[in-house]
């Protein structure tokens, strides 16, 4: 009884120092065995999420280009940790590899032709099957395969089964078409595709330099002419799109993003600030944007940071966190602390992932009282 009150009374210190840092972590599973088994347990990711609500950011992935020996372009993607004195392992950069998206611990890489999906904190990578339908203009998404409804806590579904949805356009009969295909974990196999819409329908094809997000039980990509909005629903399969507010008609680059009240928005920088729209619905049940906050970066970012150019290039989830790419580069922004700090230096001019997770030392570590085992 006394040993069990005791590590509660450690496990209330424990889950109080700062996710984003699990160096914390890891000393702590040092001091000894039980304290290892404490926060290597599933129940105490489990007080994480209760204690802190929502997962922390242990870095970006930030993809850029670069040419190999035989003068060859090549895609990297790197991963940029959040915090100077933690790093993950096995989380190097994947040359030849391009980071699409990451949720719930899994990234989505893509190739010229073939996916993958990546665990950063094991290291482990599965390659999927071809796409049925090639096309060099698509982008991706990936989901959890858990069960639907909320019937995932998302603790340790990265090592569960998963979805893939890939959207893109293909020419058929002289014509393009629009198409969705979805991969499943379970089956190995691209399961379903959506009905083919022509593209004329839809408007232009996905930015495929763009992230996606996941709200309610729909998929949003960001068209290429940045005016539009590409739906996918993976209940009905439906395919659809959605206009942006007319003062925004123009090719102007947007970042998705889903408000902390976990509704669809856009930001996008124009006059070095941040205008952050959200999709509300009026009255009548219809649908429309509205303007909710406007962020000054000059007051932000360093008085020497080089705005002109500037874009927003990614988001995390309900997070009130967004990164803003400059010539000086890439800052995350706090926009309820309303404080900047610079993630990494170089300039990608692509698409930022940030990969968002607890992590906790695993099972095995042996700590400072533990004999070492016999080889």
């Known amino acids: 009884m006394a040993t069990a009150l005791?590590?509660?009374?450690?496990e209330e210190v424990l889950v109080r120092l700062p996710p984003d840092d699990p160096t914390h972590l890891f000393r702590a599973a040092l001091v000894c065995k039980r304290w290892c088994r404490?926060?290597?347990?599933?129940?105490?990711?489990?007080?994480?999420?209760?204690?802190?609500?929502?997962?922390?950011?242990?870095?970006?992935?930030?993809?850029?280009s670069g040419r190999d020996e035989d003068l060859v372009y090549q895609d990297f993607a790197w991963f940029v940790p959040n915090s100077s004195s933690f790093r993950l392992r096995r989380a190097h950069g994947r040359r030849g590899r391009r980071a699409l998206d990451a949720c719930h611990g899994r990234v989505l890489l893509r190739s010229m032709t073939r996916m993958s999906v990546w665990d950063p904190i094991t290291g482990r990578e599965q390659e999927l099957p071809p796409v049925p339908r090639c096309s060099y203009i698509w982008n991706g998404a990936v989901l959890c395969g858990g069960g639907g409804g909320g019937d995932c806590d998302h603790l340790d579904c990265h090592t569960g089964p998963f979805l893939v949805v890939v959207v893109g356009t293909a020419r058929c009969r002289s014509r393009q078409t629009v198409f969705v295909d979805v991969y499943s974990s379970k089956a190995n196999a691209w399961i379903e595709e959506a009905s083919s819409q022509h593209i004329n329908d839809i408007g232009i094809p996905v930015d495929s330099l763009q992230p996606s997000v996941f709200v309610g039980n729909a998929l949003y990509f960001m068209l290429?002419?940045?005016?539009?909005?590409?739906?996918?629903?993976?209940?009905?399969?439906?395919?659809?799109?959605?206009?942006?507010?007319?003062m925004f008609d123009r090719p102007k680059?947007?970042?998705?993003?889903?408000?902390?009240?976990?509704?669809?928005?856009?930001?996008?920088?124009?006059?070095?600030?941040?205008?952050?729209?959200?999709?509300?619905?009026?009255p009548e049940g219809d649908a429309g944007w509205t303007q909710r906050r406007i962020i000054e970066l000059e007051k932000l970012l360093p008085a020497d940071a080089r705005l002109n150019g500037a874009s927003a290039v990614g988001f995390v989830d309900g997070a009130n966190l967004i990164f803003v790419e400059t010539d000086d580069g890439l800052f995350a922004i706090d926009l309820k602390l309303r404080l900047a700090r610079r993630v990494w230096k170089c300039r990608t001019r692509e698409m930022v992932i940030p990969y968002v997770s607890f992590y906790t030392p695993a099972i095995g570590i042996r700590g400072k009282d533990e004999k070492p085992r016999d080889q």
């Open 6 to 10: 005791m590590d509660e009374l450690v």
């Open 38 to 64: 404490l926060v290597s347990a599933l129940g105490f990711r489990r007080r994480l999420l209760e204690f802190h609500h929502t997962a922390p950011v242990l870095g970006v992935l930030c993809n850029s």
């Open 253 to 282: 680059p947007k970042s998705l993003i889903i408000t902390t009240d976990g509704r669809l928005g856009f930001a996008m920088l124009h006059d070095s600030k941040v205008h952050l729209w959200v999709r509300e619905a009026g």
């Open 224 to 246: 290429r002419s940045h005016t539009e909005i590409l739906e996918y629903k993976l209940c009905t399969r439906e395919i659809s799109k959605i206009q942006l507010p007319p």
